[in-house]
């Protein structure tokens, strides 16, 4: 690989292509999200060339850190002091997905196979405490392999989440399998309230479902099929964010660490968050494999 510590500023485009029918491209400096995942021709997350990407929020896949989903209402309470964090999501009451999405990732390093990314957090009016979060990419002919490092730079114990926030083309026969135990159901505003037993885990077409929930209890991997791919999902994370909007091309199978706005939970620990000691390390993977249907 080559170091790209002497560039001044990233480049705004990174790409691999390991000569088999994956090509993989990265914007470093729009959240150092996945403009793009093409099996052939075919796009396997929502894809945009990257020259032509406006912004994380319209890529095929975007980092969550150090939160996932909503922190709600932007505030919280930690180790006895009081925070507050900044609207990022048009006018939703709450901060959403976390600070490392909006912001601009250095590229560590490149080659046609493999990339490394790196966040360097210093703390401000979204996210109060510093952290350095970098992101491993690694592509062959058959499956996407993804790596969160997070690494805590505040003096003293933060609360850390990871995950991230795959788009999925909806097509005519889009149909998802998971094995899992238990769903979060919303407030008006979006934050889970009451956790209730999902029977079955999800065995559907997504024409057919319309979530916007965390759930529990994942086990095994989520398959998602449709007339053109067949793909398989694993992590190292055990909760899922599923969204399956009925009025947009797209739906979202997202792998975090904790249940949405686990800091204000009774419980934040036992609901997957991470009080994380100075210097301490939080990593989290990921794996798409992807084959035609």
């Known amino acids: 690989m080559t170091s790209a510590s002497?560039?001044?500023?990233?480049?705004?485009?990174?790409?691999?292509?390991?000569?088999?029918?994956l090509r993989l491209a990265l914007r470093p400096d729009l959240g150092g999200c996945i403009a793009g995942l093409w099996f052939g021709e075919v796009p396997v997350l929502r894809s945009t060339e990257p020259g032509s990407l406006a912004s994380a929020r319209l890529s095929g896949c975007y980092p969550l850190a150090p939160y996932s989903n909503r922190l709600g209402y932007r505030r919280f309470r930690w180790l006895g002091r009081e925070y507050t964090t900044e609207a990022n999501f048009d006018d939703n009451p709450h901060s959403v997905h976390g600070v490392a999405w909006q912001r601009v990732w250095e590229v560590q390093e490149r080659s046609a196979t493999a990339a490394r990314l790196r966040y360097r957090h210093g703390g401000d009016a979204h996210w109060p405490f510093a952290f350095d979060?970098?992101?491993?990419?690694?592509?062959?002919?058959?499956a996407l392999e993804l790596r969160l490092v997070f690494t805590n730079r505040a003096p003293h114990a933060q609360p850390a989440g990871l995950g991230w926030h795959p788009y999925f083309p909806k097509r005519a026969r889009s149909r998802l399998h998971i094995?899992?135990?238990?769903?979060?159901?919303?407030d008006a505003s979006g934050l889970p309230v009451r956790r209730v037993a999902q029977p079955g885990g999800i065995d559907a077409d997504i024409a057919h479902l319309e979530f916007d929930n965390c759930f529990e209890g994942w086990r095994g991997a989520a398959r998602l099929r449709d007339e053109k791919l067949s793909l398989r999902l694993t992590s190292s994370l055990r909760t899922l964010v599923v969204f399956t909007p009925q009025t947009k091309p797209y739906y979202c199978v997202e792998p975090v660490s904790h249940v949405s706005n686990a800091i204000h939970m009774a419980e934040p620990a036992a609901c997957g968050l991470v009080a994380l000691e100075p210097g301490a390390v939080l990593q989290a993977t990921m794996r798409l494999e992807v084959g035609a249907a």
Do not use: I, K, M
């Open 6 to 21: 002497n560039v001044a500023t990233p480049p705004s485009t990174v790409e691999l292509n390991p000569g088999g029918p």
């Open 179 to 186: 094995e899992l135990s238990d769903r979060w159901d919303n």
């Open 133 to 142: 979060l970098e992101q491993h990419f690694a592509l062959d002919g058959s």
